[in-house]
């Protein structure tokens, strides 16, 4: 029931920005304890982003840091990902995750394909 939706994903050359975002819905009562996005390249793992706590406490993966920036939407329960000074190497499939409930369990979006020419 818990349904994650992005946008904002596209083609962007080498040194561009582009704008993400994740819309969480459907949770009920409890609360998301945190929101966040991860990266997969083709044929690679996914790795952490960036995470976004309900105190609006955040962290970033090491590659990213100094370019990008999460940040929660003034619509509840929506979080931003502000790319800026793309790399090819960030190039793939990025992926919304929200841990909610007791036991922190995992939903995630479809996720949103980003491109980045060089």
């Known amino acids: 029931q818990v349904q994650l939706v992005e946008s904002g994903g596209g083609s962007v050359q080498a040194g561009g920005s582009l704008t993400l975002s994740c819309a969480a819905s459907?949770?009920?009562?409890?609360?998301?304890?945190?929101m966040g996005w991860y990266h997969q390249a083709p044929g690679e793992q996914k790795e952490l982003v960036a995470t976004i706590l309900h105190d609006d406490s955040v962290a970033y993966g090491d590659s990213v840091k100094g370019r990008f920036t999460i940040s929660r939407a003034n619509a509840k329960n929506t979080i931003i990902l502000q790319m800026n000074s793309l790399k090819p190497e960030d190039a793939g499939r990025y992926f919304c995750?929200?841990?909610?409930?007791?036991?922190?369990?995992?939903?995630w979006g479809p996720g949103t394909l980003v491109t980045v020419s060089s």
């Open positions: 459907g949770h009920g009562s409890p609360s998301i304890y945190s």
């Open positions: 995750n929200a841990k909610i409930g007791p036991l922190l369990t995992d939903f």
